[in-house]
């Protein structure tokens, strides 16, 4: 099964910090890195590791041919990735002595697909394949429904949560996999179990991944609910974490294994991806993932 993933690709420059930058400060930082991350690129990358045949769509500035290479180097295909005039996306992470992380994302080129962009690239796939989506590129919209349309499977992460995820017709998004701060964005509650009724409510057919920080994540569809707790080990860089969870989550689904399965080998590709520095670098290879001996904890299910 294929993966057709339109996302973004973005330069990180991340900067170590002592804590993250309260308003009106000014902190001094360590040396900076300059990483290829993204939403996009970061779940398309995690997809190949974990074994998925993956296309990514995107664009790319005048300065971003490093993200198409950092795709290709990692097997994905990235024959509709486009370069345009201007500039690429980028973002401006702080990064504490704690591993936590804060973001500032600027859009660039991500922000510019076109109505004849998203038709040209979508000719390429449908029935069958999987489309995989977050919201870092505009038109999120017009993609659903022309995806939907082609009778492609629809997945997706509504990350960062705004007002383009409120235009878009998620009953036709098959998978939903978010965090709970999107969870409680898309549904105005709280409580995980609160969250997961409420999305069932609105989307019955759809089945839910619901990512609790270090409390683990809830697997739920129509009839069933499964959860796992969490890898423990000392985070050095979560950022990328739950791209690799995505990553790892869907490909246990193209592979067939059951949604406990998929939750566990998820848990533990982000488990390893937390424990180094940087996007797209930090998630680990399936063999890596399967050898690594890490076990999750159980989670009371909600
Ligand atoms: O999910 C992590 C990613 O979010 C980073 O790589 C950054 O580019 C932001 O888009």
Same mark, same amino acid.
Do not use: R
């Given at each position: 099964m294929r993966v057709l993933n339109f996302g973004s690709l973005n330069i990180d420059y991340v900067y170590p910090v002592d804590h993250i930058i309260i308003p009106g400060e000014t902190e001094p930082t360590g040396e900076v890195t300059t990483n290829c991350g993204g939403k996009g690129l970061n779940q398309s990358i995690a997809l190949a590791k974990a074994g998925v045949e993956v296309y990514h769509a995107g664009l790319i500035g005048e300065e971003g041919q490093l993200l198409a290479d950092k795709l290709a180097e990692n097997g994905?295909?990235?024959?509709?990735v486009r370069c345009i005039p201007g500039r690429s996306g980028h973002t401006i992470i702080q990064v504490d002595k704690n591993g936590q992380n804060s973001i500032l994302l600027f859009g660039g080129a991500n922000r510019k697909l076109t109505h004849d962009i998203i038709d040209e690239t979508l000719s390429d796939f449908g029935e069958g394949d999987i489309l995989l989506l977050q @919201?870092?590129? @505009?038109?999120l919209d017009v993609i659903i429904d022309k995806a939907f349309e082609a009778r492609m499977k629809i997945i997706l992460n509504?990350?960062?949560?705004?007002?383009a995820i409120q235009k878009?017709?998620?009953? *036709?998004?098959s998978v939903f996999i978010l965090n709970e701060i999107e969870g409680e964005q898309m549904t105005?509650? *709280?409580e995980p179990d609160k969250i997961l009724n409420a999305i069932k409510k609105s989307y019955p057919e759809t089945e839910t991944v619901l990512t609790l920080g270090s409390a683990g994540a809830v697997y739920q569809n129509r009839e069933e609910r499964h959860s796992c707790g969490i890898c423990r080990v000392k985070p050095v860089d979560t950022t990328a974490a739950g791209d690799t969870f995505t990553g790892y989550f869907i490909s246990a689904m193209i592979d067939a294994l059951s949604p406990e399965e998929g939750l566990k080998l998820a848990s533990k590709a982000s488990a390893i991806a937390v424990t180094r520095n940087g996007a797209a670098d930090s998630i680990p290879e399936r063999e890596e993932v399967l050898g690594s001996g890490l076990d999750p904890e159980p989670m009371r299910l909600l």
């Open positions: 994905v295909d990235t024959s509709h @919201n870092e590129v @505009n038109l509504p990350s960062p949560y705004d007002t878009c017709d998620l009953s *036709k998004v105005g509650q *709280k």
